[in-house]
Nanobody, 121 residues
Framework: QVQLVESGGGLVQAGGSLRLSCAVS????????MGWYRQAPGNQRELVAYITSGGSTSYADFVEGRFTISVNNAKNMVFLQMNSLKPEDTAVYYC???????????????WGKGTLVTVSS
């Protein structure tokens, strides 16, 4: 089983910054990629940023250069540095990891429980 635990959410004023962290633990061979998604009330969950095991990154258009995703492969952790936050960034942010297991050699997606980010105007 694979577990993901997020931390770092909270309340911040518009223009402020937050750094989200996610620790991945459990029994797996490797991680193919990790990412951050978010879901605001009444909206569907959407991709924020993703990083592959090779280090390639991708970002949603709404990020507009404000967020940076990074990893610590030795510790199986992924981070999301969020700067210039806007009220519309308010959402629950979820960590995602695609992990390779013996029973799932093509990889399987796992999710954390989410961390709330609230940006006040």
């Amino acid at each position: 089983q694979v577990q993901l635990v997020e931390s770092g959410g909270g309340l911040v004023q518009a223009g402020g910054s937050l750094r989200l962290s996610c620790a991945v633990s459990g029994s797996f061979f490797s991680i193919k990629g990790m990412g951050w998604y978010r879901q605001a009330p009444g909206n569907q969950r959407e991709l924020v940023a993703y990083i592959t095991s090779g280090g390639s990154t991708s970002y949603a258009d709404f990020v507009e250069g404000r967020f940076t995703i990074s990893v610590n492969n030795a510790k199986n952790m992924v981070f999301l540095q969020m700067n210039s936050l806007k009220p519309e960034d308010t959402a629950v942010y979820y960590c995602n990891a695609n992990a390779v297991l013996a029973a799932v050699p093509l990889g399987k997606n796992y999710w954390g429980k989410g961390t709330l980010v609230t940006v006040s105007s």
